[in-house]
């Protein structure tokens, strides 16, 4: 690249633009937090200065979590979040692995039709699907979203994965296979240890999707103890044309906290599948 | 001899069955089948019956915990005499357009400010992906907050610079709450398209640049001739992603404005919600979600066949 612009040049080309998308970026989360801090008085003063605090208490947290079924969200949407992932994970693999793999007649039609399930939106599905968990006698449980999550979790891990395992080089199971594995053996003894980075790319973006998911939950879930937290912030936290704007925000903080924490740790990963030109935007 | 050769035979033949049955599972055809089944049956369970189903469903007059009844296509006709319904096409059209041009025009910006080298990149480009990576609803909210009535601090900042008080109303107003939903919507996918962008254009190979600048191309020109083509196939791919998951969007608008202010914002995702769930007319909303199959069908059959993985 050229190189050896001058520094106010360099501010113009580079801290200019980025600067400004950074701003854009972030200002709803730092006014998250700094709605969350304000004591009420303050959060509805329209004198004040409303970009700083200035008696931050942690009043809305302590009310969100104690008066609020907040905690119990959290863990419901940690559970349905992890179950939903692994089952997509596991059905994922089983859809990924002869793809990428084996030649059979077929193969093709069905990777197609796996990326073109991956494209099919919820709402054009949401009305059916509430129809048969109600007849399922599903409503209200945790697994009517356990279940329709991986409707989309499956076709995206699938596809995501496909194009990993591609990459991965077929020598070391051609050997499992000539000193006599099976090919059940070669695919969990050999290949799979082989790859782990694809799963935890793949593993983020569905944890992150089902944290994510509100239709489903939305419909399904109506009892404030089977609730995620989009959805209980949503129906419970908005009371009327009452808005506990703390509180709100309080919970939409802390409700993006778990997501942000796995996406720091691995935001490489992250990365990496979201380049891979196979994610949704 | 003989009868003690019988059993021998016996284990034999046995082994032999066993091989080839293990032999026919190592086929090809049917290990991959097998191991496929389980997915296959999940997906066709739980997505091509409820496809199935919704078509039906459509073609009923089905209210919440009653049996249906066939009306043929008169849910359709409903819809095509329904006003809102063409006002609701038109809000999903234009919003799809509004918020991926913006996506597209932003994203490329976004890659071009951060494919330069400088201090802290990586952080950088990860805090940049936060409103694509937090869960919507939860952003949202902190937007309703930002666009209140009452208490909006972007009106704080709008009456500080001479704006008359009480300013704008932001989700009060059919053209700017449809302006919000759409500037939102792009808040939250253009670092998806910045930083997808960003990793083509880091594969594009800088002896092109210095190629084009010996050859005396400037730095728009080594953007329109070099860059972009090199790009397109990237920005093809996104934008099919983009238009799909727009044109679907149901969390922003439900959460944001419910479709109003007088149906201002409704988009197909939203209406047949309200129709099927809130006015419990399950035939009725289904028809409405169907009627966005056409575009999407030609969308995913573009893409499939961009995207497939031969």
Known sequence: MVTGYSPVERAVRLWLPVGFFLLVALFPFYWMAVTSLKPNAELYNRHLMPLLVLHPTLKHYVDLLTQTSFLLWTWNTMIVAVLSTAISLVLGVMLAYPLARMRFAGAGLIAMTVAAIYLVPQPLLFIPLADLINRLDLGNTLSAVILTYPTMLVPFCAWLLLGYFKTVPKELEEAARIDGASRLQTMRRIFLPLCTPGFISAGIFAFTLSQNEFLYALIFLTKSSVRTVPVGVIAELIRGDVFYWGQLMAGALLGSIPVAIIYSFFVEHYVAGLTSGSVKG | ????????????????????????????????????????????????????????????????????????????????????????????????????????????????????????????????????????????????????????????????????????????????????????????????????????????????????????????????????????????????????????????????????????????ATYAFDIAMASGQLGLGASVALATFPALALLILALTIYLRRG
């Open chain 2, 1 to 268: 001899m003989t009868s003690r050769s019988e059993p021998v035979v016996g284990v034999v033949r046995l082994a032999r069955r066993a091989v080839s049955i293990s032999g026919w599972l190592d086929r090809e055809s049917v290990f991959s089948w097998l191991m496929m089944a389980p997915p296959l049956l999940f997906l066709a369970a739980l997505v091509g019956y409820p496809f199935l189903y919704g078509i039906l469903l459509s073609l009923q007059n089905r209210p919440v915990a009653h049996a249906g009844t066939f009306v043929g296509l008169k849910n359709f006709a409903n819809d095509i005499n329904d006003l809102i319904f063409w006002k609701v096409t038109f809000n999903t059209f234009l919003h799809t357009a509004a918020a991926t041009l913006l996506k597209m025009v932003g994203g490329l910006a976004l890659a071009l400010a951060m494919n330069q080298q400088f201090p802290l990149k990586n952080l950088v480009r990860a805090l940049l992906l936060l409103p694509f990576i937090v869960p919507t609803v939860l952003s949202t909210v902190a937007w309703m907050w930002i666009l209140d009535p009452a208490f909006s601090v972007l009106n704080w900042f709008l009456i500080a610079l001479g704006v008359p008080k009480p300013g704008p109303s932001w989700l009060g107003n059919p053209i700017l709450a449809m302006a919000s939903i759409i500037v939102i919507n792009t808040w939250r996918g253009l670092p998806f398209y910045g930083i997808t962008l960003l990793a083509g254009l880091q594969t594009v190979p800088p002896e092109l640049y210095e190629a084009a600048t010996i050859d005396g191309a400037g730095g728009w020109q080594r953007f329109r001739y070099v860059t972009l083509p090199l790009l397109q196939p990237i920005i093809l791919i996104v934008t099919l992603f983009s238009v799909i998951f727009t044109f679907a969007d149901f969390q922003l608008v439900y959460v944001l404005t419910h479709g109003g202010p007088q149906n201002a914002t409704q988009l197909f």
